[in-house]
C-alpha cells in the first residue's frame, strides 16, 4: 500500500540558511500534520492542514511556515535555521471526515527528514 | 491539559517471553490512545489504538493494548517477545473534545530491548 512520502530523507544546511520540506500523503488523505523530533525526544506537533487550510498550529517558531497544495501535497519552509533546529521532521497524513473533531482518524507518519544545521 | 506518560525509558525482555510496555493517560474526557513503534532510521509505524468498544484491542505483529479507564492506562502487550520487536515504542493521546487540537501529544518513549 501507498504509504506517505518525504523529501529529502536528508538535508544538511548553515545556520542561517533556509530549507523546505516536503510531504506527500497517502492518495484520498485530505489532512496533513508535520512534527519535530530532536535527538531523543518524542515528537513534537508543529502544525497541521486539512482541505488545503490550516487546521491547527502548536509548537512550530515564527521562522517555519507551512501550506497544503492543491494536490494535497504539503511544504514545510523553514527560513534563518538555527543549530536547535537540527531535528528529525516527520510527516503524517490521515482521513479527516470532512473535519469533524470526533473524527477516528489515523494517522500515518512518513520516513522523516533529517535536517542537520550546522 | 491532555499528557500521555511512559514511566519506563527501558524495557528488557527475553525471546519468547511476554512482555508490557506501559503507559498512563491523563485528559478530562474520553481519550482517543495510540501506540506507534519506531525502528532506528525510520518513521513511526502504527500499531494500534483505541477508540471506544472493547477494552482489549488487537493490531498488528500480534500486538495488543488494554484500556483500563480507572487506572487511565493503556498498556502495551505480546504474549511472546521476538527479537525484531526491538525498537523504540511510543504512546500517544487525542483528546476527542478539544476543538482546538486534533494532533497527538506523545509520551517519552520506551525502548524495547529483546535478548535471543
Known amino acids: 500500500a501507498a504509504g506517505v512520502i518525504q523529501s529529502p530523507r536528508h538535508l544538511i544546511k548553515e545556520k542561517r540558511e533556509t530549507a523546505t520540506l516536503k510531504c506527500y500523503p497517502i492518495p484520498r488523505h485530505d489532512t496533513v500534520y508535520w512534527y519535530q523530533q530532536g535527538p531523543g525526544q518524542d515528537p513534537q506537533f508543529l502544525i497541521s492542514f486539512y482541505e488545503k487550510m490550516q487546521s491547527d498550529k502548536g509548537s512550530i517558531p515564527d521562522r517555519f511556515s507551512a501550506q497544503q497544495f492543491s494536490d494535497y501535497h504539503s511544504e514545510l519552509n523553514m527560513s534563518s535555521l538555527e543549530l536547535g533546529d537540527s531535528a528529525l521532521y516527520f510527516c503524517a497524513s490521515s482521513s479527516g471526515l470532512a473535519g469533524r473533531v470526533e473524527s477516528t482518524d489515523t494517522q500515518y507518519f512518513g520516513p522523516g527528514t533529517r535536517l542537520t544545521v550546522l | ?116
Not at chain 2, 505483529?61 to 502495551?76: D, P, V
Not at chain 2, 511510543?90 to 535478548?115: I, K, N, P, W, Y
Open chain 2, 1 to 116: 491539559a491532555q499528557s500521555v506518560a511512559q514511566p519506563e525509558d527501558q524495557v528488557n525482555v527475553a525471546e519468547g517471553n511476554p512482555l508490557t510496555v506501559k503507559c498512563t493517560y491523563s485528559v478530562s474526557g474520553n481519550p482517543y490512545l495510540f501506540w506507534y513503534v519506531q525502528y532506528p532510521n525510520r518513521g513511526l509505524q502504527f500499531l494500534l489504538k483505541y477508540i471506544t468498544g472493547d477494552n482489549l484491542v488487537k493490531g498488528s505483529y500480534g500486538f495488543e493494548a488494554e484500556f483500563n479507564k480507572s487506572q487511565t492506562s493503556f498498556h502495551l502487550k505480546k504474549p511472546s517477545a521476538l527479537v525484531s520487536d526491538s525498537a523504540l515504542y511510543f504512546c500517544a493521546v487525542r483528546f476527542l473534545m478539544d476543538t482546538g487540537r486534533r494532533a497527538l501529544t506523545f509520551g517519552s518513549g520506551t525502548r524495547l530491548q529483546v535478548q535471543p
